[in-house]
Each structure stands twice: as C-alpha cells, then as structure tokens.
C-alpha cells in the first residue's frame, strides 16, 4: 500500500518557553525514526457482534515521547499495553490532556481508509498549542497513523457498517506538583474495532434543553477537545437520563443560545420567511468545537458533487448563524422545523425526535425510519465518501 503524505523527515520546530519566553529550535516527529516492535502472540479477534464501543483494542499501539529541552523522541510502534506514568505526573492533576477521535474503513475491494485524517491532526495541533502542549507535524503524524492501521488492519471487521476507531491522544507527563506548561509529554495512538452506532435501525435521540448546567462559554475551552471538556458533562448527561432524556441540548447566555448536543454539533433544518429549505447550525468561535463531520456536512451542502445535488431540496440554503431555544421553540409551534440532527465521529449524524424545554416536549419530525430525510441523505454521502463508492480526495487509501 503506498503511504497517503510525505515520509521525509520534517525541519525543526520552533518553541517559546513558556515559562522564560526563551526560543529554542527542537527536533519535530521524524517518520525515518520509526521502530516497529511487533507482537509475539496476536490477541484473538472477537465476533463483530459482540463487540462495544470503546471496550477492544487491537494488537498495537504508536507512542512518541517528548521534551522541553530534546524535541520529539523516536516514534515506536509497540504491543498494546499499560502505560508507566509517575503518581505525579501533571495529567493526573492540572489536565493537560487532549485527544482525537477518528476511523479507519474497509472499501468494497477490501482497502483501507482514513477520511480526513488532516482535519484531526490540524484541530489537535490546535488543541495542544491552547493546552501548553507541544505541537507537531501534522503530515508525519498522519503517515505514523497509516502505518500503525495498516499493520492492525486484521481488526478492522468485513461486516458493513464497521470500522477501527482511531483515539490519539497527547498528555502532559511531567513528574512533579505546580501549575505550568510541562517539560514532558506522551503522544499515543491507540485503535479499537467497532460496530455501526445504530445496530438496529436508526433511533432519533430526545433531548433535554439546560442553561443549568454549561458546557461552554466565551473565552474558555469548549472549541478544544480537552478532557476537561467532556467530564464536566456526565453528571448532567445522568440527570437528563433519569428524566428520560438521551442527551442535553446546551443552552447558552440569558437569551438561551443553543450550542451543541451532548458531544455533538447541532444542526436545525426549517422553513425560512422566503419559503427555503434552510440549514442552520451554530457559528464557530469559543463555544463551538469544529467538528469534521459538521465541515463536511457543511461543504457537501454548500458545494454538493453532481452526485448529491439531485438529492438535496431545491432552494436549499446552509447558514451558519446563532439560533436561540425560544426561536426554536416559535418555529416548531408554527410547524416549520423541518428536521435537527446532531454530528459527529461515532454517529455520524443522529437524528433527533423531541426537545424538552421548560417542562415542555417539542416535538421535531423525523420519517418513519426514525431519520430526518436530509439527515439520512447526508449521512449517506459522507459513508460514500468514507467507503470509496464515490471517489473524494476526503477518503484517503491506506
């Protein structure tokens, strides 16, 4: 298979202290470097039907050490396996700590692919710059990537609708107690095969509204994917849950802006004052994380190949603009709400049936199938894209 990016080695990269301010040039990830120690008793590859998002990991993992004052180590492909880390290292006690989430899929003709894999490494580079953590090449990690799915391909399962989810992840591993950027990171990867998101049929997911509880705000981190990010809301997502709810819909500021849903971005179809069919999803910016299935469902919809057009409502406009719960709420009550779905990596797109707000259900359409029909038509021209079945330069062969 022939690798997707460049494998030269990268120039070095440039880094202020960010204790001293002091510049300082460090060696960058260098794909030449790498060391692949290969498993001496590959695990045994479980039936597809039995696995769970999260819980199988396949026979290796890529690791890359770093420091303040030597730049990035030599990338090794290893075993999977346990992590030696120093009680007190600053992951465990400041959180800097980030992560992606990607996949890898099996085409008709039995290649692999990665989509997008430069969305990730761009947004994660993002991540760690605001995280004082270091950066790297986005193109070399990308190429480590390929060759770590590639020799743990065995685990990507045949059966449609499967795929290896991909989890990089970078955290700061400095041994010692005191807020400040650290002198020691870890860059991982690890993978684990899973199974479609909705195994038995589409299931629209019911949603309670909060301004109690907020996942963002303006000038904090909700546009980064941090741990942090993500823990603040299982408590809430246990409270909506317990009243029967699947996930919360973030509300934000007093004139109850809406955000994002759950984990995912939102998007809102309606019936616009000049009769368009009109797609709505929040604006980028501190609150938002920008998501690679939103751009994606962004640029199909603005630009759609010859392919999708006919598939799309006429007059159909894309709008990235802020919305508020009570406009939402008005534009249900006068029957023009189309259709919402919430998107990303895991799902895809999910479609969403009802909104509980102040003590009340809204009611959103979905089809009998319990998909919106712009939601299923763009969900299935992203899986077009990510299979192969219709050729994109998003889908990249492995």
């Known amino acids: 298979m022939k690798a997707a990016y460049s494998t030269a080695a990268p120039s070095s990269k440039i880094y202020r202290d960010a204790m001293t301010g002091e510049v300082t040039s460090l060696p960058d990830i260098d794909v030449s470097k790498l060391q692949i120690e290969k498993i001496a008793n ?18 290796h993992m890529l690791i890359i050490p770093w420091n303040s004052g030597s730049g990035w180590g030599a990338p090794t492909i290893k075993p999977y396996g346990p992590l030696t880390l120093d009680p007190s290292a600053v992951c465990f006690h400041y959180a800097p700590q ?3 989430g990607m996949k890898a899929y099996r085409d008709s003709e039995g290649n692999v692919r990665l989509f997008r894999p430069d969305m990730n490494m ?15 090449d986005g193109q070399s990690m990308v190429e480590l990537i390929r060759r ?15 795929s290896l989810y991909i989890r990089p992840t970078l955290i700061g591993t400095q041994a010692s107690l005191g807020v400040g950027a650290s002198s020691d990171a870890l860059l991982y990867v690890i993978c684990s095969p899973v199974g479609p998101y909705f195994k038995n049929g589409f299931k629209p997911v019911k949603l309670l509204a909060t301004s109690k509880n907020v996942r963002a705000w303006p000038g904090g981190t909700g ?13 809430p997502q246990h409270e909506a849950a317990e009243k029967g709810y699947d996930q919360n819909l973030w509300l934000f500021g007093e004139g109850e802006e809406l955000t994002e849903v759950g984990t995912m971005n939102l998007f809102i179809v309606v019936r616009n004052d000049a009769g368009e069919t009109e797609l709505i999803t ?36 894309v709008t990235e603009r802020r919305i508020t719960m009570p406009e939402l709420a008005k534009l249900a009550e006068e029957g023009r709400v189309v259709e919402s779905f919430g998107s990303g990596t895991a799902c895809i797109i999910a479609s969403i049936s009802c909104v509980n707000w102040r003590e ?12 919106g029909a712009i939601a299923t038509v763009l969900r299935n021209a992203i899986e077009a894209v990510q ?12």
């Not at 590959?42 to 026979?59: A, C, E, M, Q, W």
């Not at 770590?148 to 609708?161: K, T």
């Not at 009340?360 to 998909?371: L, R």
């Open 42 to 59: 590959p695990k045994t590859i479980p039936p597809s039907n039995t696995l769970r998002f999260g819980h199988t990991f396949s026979d």
């Open 98 to 100: 980030l992560f992606e």
């Open 282 to 317: 929040p604006p980028l910016g501190d609150m938002i994380l920008p998501g690679v299935v939103r751009d994606s469902i962004l640029n199909l919809a603005r630009d759609p190949p010859e392919w999708l057009k006919e598939q799309l409502p006429e007059n159909f406009k």
């Open 223 to 235: 546009a980064f994917k941090l741990g942090a990010n993500y823990v603040q809301g299982v408590k």
């Open 148 to 162: 770590l799915v590639v020799l743990d391909q065995n685990w990507i399962p045949q059966e449609p609708g499967y």
């Open 360 to 371: 009340k259900d809204i009611t959103i359409p979905v089809e009998a199938d319990g998909s």
């Open 387 to 398: 299979l192969g079945r219709e050729e994109h330069p998003w889908s990249i062969v492995c």
């Open 122 to 136: 761009a947004r994660m580079n993002r991540t760690a710059e605001r995280a004082a953590l270091p950066t790297f």
